[in-house]
C-alpha cells in the first residue's frame, strides 16, 4: 500500500495553483499526512535593470518585505480549513523549481501536487514550466493539476 507521510505543494497564490492546494488537502486528509505549503521568491537582483541604480541593502530590505507577505498569504491559504489539515509554510528564495525539488529532497516529501499553467505552443518554449522541470527533477512523485477539466475533489 502507498505510504503517503509527507505532501508538499508549492503555491504562487495564482488561480492556477488553488487547484493543486485542494487536492494536497484532500489528499492529506485521506492518507493522514504531513502537509507542506511552500512559496518561492525570486532572487532580486532578477528583478534590477540597472545595478547602479539600486543599492543592494535596499534590494534585501524589499526583499524581507516579500517573504512576510508571502507568509501571510500562506497563512490565509490554510485559514478556515475543515477537515483539520494543518501546514507547515515557509517561504524560500531562489530558482523555483531548484527550491521545490530541494525543499522535497531536504524534507522527505513522499508526494509533490503542484498546478500547471497549461501552456502550450511559443509560450511554453519561452518561459518553460515550472511543473514540468520539477517532474524531471523531484526526488519522489509529481502529481500535476490543471485549472480546468475533470476534478475528484468535491467543491
Not at 484532500?26 to 532572487?43: C, G, Q
Not at 535593470?49 to 497563512?75: F, N
Not at 531548484?98 to 502550450?120: C, F, M, P, Q, S
Request: glycine share 6%; hydrophobic share 40%.
Amino acid at each position: 500500500m502507498i505510504k503517503l507521510k509527507k505532501i508538499l505543494v508549492p503555491t504562487d497564490f495564482s488561480d492556477f495553483s488553488k487547484p493543486a492546494v485542494e487536492y494536497a488537502c484532500a489528499l492529506a486528509a485521506r492518507f493522514e499526512s504531513e502537509l507542506h505549503l511552500v512559496h518561492v521568491i525570486d532572487d532580486p537582483v532578477v528583478h534590477v535593470h540597472d545595478p547602479t541604480m539600486i543599492s543592494m541593502g535596499a534590494l534585501y530590505d524589499k526583499q524581507e518585505e516579500r517573504h512576510e507577505i508571502a507568509r501571510t498569504e500562506l497563512q490565509k491559504l490554510t485559514d478556515g480549513w475543515e477537515n483539520g489539515i494543518e501546514a507547515l509554510c515557509e517561504t524560500r528564495q531562489g530558482a523555483t523549481f531548484v527550491e521545490i525539488v530541494r525543499y522535497a529532497k531536504d524534507n522527505d516529501i513522499d508526494l509533490i501536487v503542484i498546478g500547471t499553467h497549461g501552456r502550450g505552443g511559443l509560450m511554453h518554449v519561452l518561459i518553460g514550466s515550472v511543473a514540468e522541470r520539477v517532474v524531471r527533477k523531484a526526488p519522489c512523485p509529481v502529481l500535476t493539476v490543471r485549472p480546468e477539466g475533470h476534478q475528484f475533489v468535491m467543491p
